[in-house]
């Protein structure tokens, strides 16, 4: 019989809770801070933008935080999701590795990020909130919460960023069509509506742009609430059902992971991987957790580990975390949802205690292992995806250096059916591999908020 190469969970296996790390962390987090007072913040100081259940969840000490039937009711349309053995890819690479792939692409938004979306909608409809407004990068995040918001019967209004916009017109008229009203940031408010920053009508915008503009929408209307994407605790928290089903999914194909990757851009698929594994580790077994970034936003690979605001217009709470400054925009890369300053701060911790690692790589070598893997196994990958896939071949590779067996696991976070005007430069070869500019960390540095 041939080798399997598919592994699939039943409705009934999806999981019933959210894996919570926070209590088992061998030392607690530092708070974050109020922007104003730099005082550890309180509940009360989220709530002119967040819902208490969601609040709770950031701070939770709970080892298990149940799912509501509600939240799981749509997870079912999607979930479980497949895992993959790339047998195919194996033997393109003659590596004596085993790679298996988690394809969260299989959600109607095409990502791993209508995981949160759907429960950040279902709790701001349950706290009786009408709308939420939101950043996005790629697009895939802002896709994800229009059809979650459409799933509760809330608004939404996303800011998307500007090169993304220009770069991929068909993301909004998805959120579009799911009933979204998408802008492209940086804007501002005019007589006449919302219009392109007359300031500077040229920015490519930024995450953090994108995020001041969605937070402030928010916090100046009391029937609308802020939504993320990534970075946030409670978002890692709800993407843990990826690495709860691999799990699962594993011990049916008989490995455990010796390495597990997941590319970063704030966090949140890596942490739905990886956070269910580190629980794991923290308890002796053995498995490395790898972050993935692009040279051009490394983030945990060249950042600061220092308190800083998640957004441009330092409208959020202080963090701390690896930081490029909240000021850094990053160059144009085609994976937009990497194109962030900040980290995830539970991640970031994480990396602090050497509970997982980070890399980053140059546009060019992802590109070259999405094409790869593309040919092998068919699926196009997400660009962002993209990077763990580059990481995931570098592991196979070494494993065939060194004539080892290893077992590797990756995120195969999105598909990449809306950026092949990504893959197009790529084959005319005109993708610049951007570095990250040796005078922005002394710049980051002068702008940090003093602690
Ligand atoms: C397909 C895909 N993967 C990964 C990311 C990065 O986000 P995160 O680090 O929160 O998973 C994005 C962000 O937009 C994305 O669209």
């Known amino acids: 019989m041939s080798q399997r190469a598919k592994f699939v969970l039943n409705d009934h296996q999806l999981p019933t809770v959210w894996a919570n790390i926070l209590p088992s962390l061998p030392e607690p987090m530092a708070p974050p801070l109020h922007p104003g007072t730099h005082q550890p913040l309180s509940p009360a100081d989220l709530q002119p933008i967040f819902p208490m259940s969601l609040i709770e969840q950031e701070f939770s000490p709970q080892p ?3 799912i509501p039937g509600e939240i799981i009711d749509v997870y079912r349309l999607w979930r479980p999701t497949p895992l993959y053995r790339a047998l195919r890819l194996e033997q393109e690479l003659q590596t004596p590795a085993h790679i298996y792939y988690k394809y ?3 959600s109607p938004a095409g990502s791993h990020k209508p995981n949160t ?19 996005t990068g790629a697009g895939q995040w802002g896709s994800a919460l229009a059809l979650a918001c459409r799933m509760f019967g809330l608004d939404c209004t996303v800011y998307m960023v500007k090169i993304s916009y220009q770069q991929k017109p068909y993301r909004r008229s998805m959120m579009n069509t799911w009933g979204a009203q998408v802008y492209a940031s940086p804007s501002e408010l ?16 930024s995450l953090g742009i994108a995020i001041s503009e969605a937070v402030e929408d928010a916090a100046t209307h009391d029937d609308t609430n802020y939504s993320l994407g990534s970075v946030l605790n ?12 691999c799990k699962l999914q594993m011990a049916d194909a008989g490995e455990y992971p010796d390495v597990v990757i997941g590319c970063f851009g704030g966090g949140s698929n890596f942490g739905g991987i990886a956070l269910p594994y580190a629980l794991d580790k923290l308890k002796g077994q053995a498995v490395r957790l790898v972050a993935v970034e692009p040279t051009a936003c490394p983030t945990l690979t060249k950042g600061l ?6 957004d441009t217009a330092k409208l959020t709470p202080l963090i701390l975390m690896y930081t490029l400054g909240h000021g850094f925009v990053p160059a144009g890369i085609h994976a937009g949802g990497l194109r962030y300053h900040g980290a995830a701060p539970l991640a970031s911790h994480m990396l602090k205690l050497g509970l997982i690692e980070a890399r980053a790589y140059r546009q060019n070598a992802v590109f070259d292992a999405a094409v790869a893997f593309a040919r092998c196994e068919a699926i196009i990958p997400a660009p962002e995806s993209a990077h763990a896939v580059r990481a995931a071949i570098d592991e196979a590779l070494a494993a065939r250096e060194e004539g080892q067996p290893r077992v590797i696991l990756f995120n195969l976070s999105g598909h990449g059916h809306f950026d092949m005007g990504a893959y197009d430069s790529y084959f005319a070869g005109k993708l610049v591999d951007y570095e990250h500019p040796e005078d922005e960390i002394a710049r980051a540095m002068e702008e940090l908020p003093q602690i």
């Open 104 to 106: 969260e692409g299989t």
């Open 190 to 205: 005019t007589q006449s509506g919302r219009a392109v920053l007359a300031d500077h009508p040229d920015s490519p915008g």
């Open 117 to 135: 979306a759907v429960a950040q909608a279902y709790y701001n409809k349950a706290a009786g909130i009408r709308r939420l407004a939101t950043e």
């Open 64 to 66: 298990e935080i149940d």
């Open 305 to 310: 580990f220092a308190y800083d605001f998640g």
């Open 234 to 245: 409670h978002v890692l928290l709800h993407q843990t059902v990826i690495g709860q089903e």
